[in-house]
């Protein structure tokens, strides 16, 4: 599925809300770190469950945590410790948005990512 060349906000929210489950993924990407994009020679990547991200926008600014959960129907992270207190006094997990964090570390016991993010510094 081709992202759509209108501009209209309706048909590109409309083109997001139809995306495919492998093309959500590839669009849950973060910017990565000075220093792992000095070592990766990239910008960004996408989030998987057990990277270590830096909140950069919004109430929690300044937080880190592990991502526990990665929701791509919704296009959005869940963050250890980030939570949100209900009315009746509960805490609940507050969905933060991808584009809105940092990846500090990440998760690379997965062959297959750690190919993938060589592979770019061997083109190079």
Do not use: C
Request: proline fraction near 3%.
């Amino acid at each position: 599925m081709e992202r759509p060349a209108s501009h209209q906000a309706r048909k590109q929210r409309k083109w997001l809300a139809k995306a495919p489950a492998h093309t959500r993924r590839k669009m849950i990407s973060a910017a990565l770190s000075k220093e792992l994009k000095d070592r990766y020679k990239r910008n960004s990547f996408t989030v998987r469950k057990g990277d270590t991200v830096k909140i950069m926008r919004g109430n929690m600014k300044g937080h880190t945590g592990e991502v526990m959960k990665v929701d791509t129907l919704k296009y959005k992270l869940y963050i250890n410790g980030v939570t949100a207190k209900k009315a009746d006094g509960k805490d609940v997990e507050r969905p933060i948005h991808p584009s809105n964090v940092q990846i500090t570390d990440l998760y690379d016991e997965d062959k297959e990512r750690r190919a993938t993010l060589t592979k770019k510094m061997e083109a190079k």
